[in-house]
């Protein structure tokens, strides 16, 4: 029973099962037995209905149902089950506490909106399945219980019962064994893999999600791009019927970086980022001079049609750039009369040479941070994504992907005073770069990409190191002796003596890929049984305490008696 109306005469109720809803007639003048039993129906009973369908008579057609031209006259009805009042309306569209919806998730996923978000991730996975089926991808699956894999996160562990005082881990990724599948002569490998990562949850993440996980052999980046792009092209068509325009444009991280401040730029829409440092060299402005003396530069964006943006809204955007570590933000109205610190300053060649080189025409409104170079997209990167969305600059229902290459190898990890694989340790260095590994590690450039949609990062990817002598000059760069290395992936090291192939591969987030196309708000709702920003399954109460037997059989002493949390809020 999806809902009713009891017009006192005839009852309209709606019917509801996954093909859909469909209207049923209970009239007292043909049937008073029936209509006397459709007064008891109340909203998510289940019922059996046996009657004949009728053509709606004009007036009555519903053009918002897809069924809304035929109704139902029931001649038998049958309760099946009854429902108690349930906590939040399922057949109407409003806002509901997400705390009940995951309490009482069975009940959210009877919603049209859920309905249709399951059902548009089923047709992303059938045709992420299909295409690379067709591209002679075979699926493997990959162990649960296995053993740490860096993928940058804390693992998840599971004591092992039967080995007291050992644990697997749950695989941060199926990274090792898609490598190992290459050098097992695989070829070609995909999985829709579950990847589990115990992380300080932040808002939209989830301990444990799903990836489209694939591996090649005998590639460059460029045919891993090539293939995962046109896979991405094939899911965005078969869910929402948009086409992705092939190739996706190429950027180096250092262009993403000082164009739009960000390593995942959003381009659907354009505000880049420029430098007119050497357009602004000698210009009686002591912040800039400043900049420029110290070796730095000033950077700019223009903002579409903003010249007239108020004295509030410029303050505001100048909090933001100081909060995103900018000395001060500098700003130029570029209407019939030139606005800001700078009118009496800039003549009118040079206000167009700006605009020229910031993409720009008059009438924007010219942003500038000084500083040093990375520091000052940063600001300004921050400040474009901020500003498209207070102006409207984005345009509704668009995809924009990129590819973002050429990351840093290593970053370093100033806690720790030691440098670490930016994307994980399996990447390939670029071989242009390979000689600096030890003596500039900061230096060196990956053979490594992500695949960014709309300003998230859709994944990552990259060649792998397949040679014995390079994986262990990497280990060592990020400070893992060779007996360490032994001891932790020795059969990785071992299995690259037997005649490894080169490969590559990437991995793209299956969850966040749904929510972009669903349009949803969060991870939460392209999920059936998602988890709390807090890691908590509010329906089935996970975690829990377990029972003292089982600890004790797995050999496990608690040092706390009982949980240190027990909020489970979402
Ligand atoms: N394993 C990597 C990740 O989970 C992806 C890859 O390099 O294929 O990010």
New binding site residues.
Partial sequence: MHQTRDLGGLIFVELRDWTGVVQVVFNPAVDSRLHEQARELRSEFVVAVRGRVRRRAPENVNPRLATGEVEVVPEALELLNRSKTPPFYIAEGNEVDETLRLRYRYLDLRRPAMQANLRLRHRLLKAIRDFLDAEGFVEVETPDLTRSTP?GARDFLVPSRTNPGTFYALPQ?P?LFKQLLMVGGVGRYYQIAR?FRDEDLRADRQPEFT?I?LEMSFVEAEDVQDVTERMLAAAVEATVGERLALPLPRLTWAEAMDRYGSDKPDLRFGMAVADAGDLLAGLDFAPFRQALERGGTVRALAVPGAAGASRRQIDAWTELARKAGAAGLVWLGTGEELRGPLRERLERERVARLLERAGGRPGDLLLMVAGEPRQASLVLGRLRLQIAAELDLVPPGRFAAAWVTDFPLLEWNEEEGRWEAA??PFTMPNPEDLERLESDPGSVRALSYDLVLNGYEL????IRIHRREVQQRLFRAIGIDEERARQRFGFLLEAFEYGAPPHG???LGVDRIAMILAGAASLRDVIAFPKTARGADLMMGAPSEVDPGQLEELGIALRRPGPIVADHGA
């Avoid at 994944?459 to 990259?462: K, N, V």
């Fill in positions: 993928e990724s990274q990847c990836q996980d994307h994980h994944g990552s990817g990259s591969g990437v991995a």
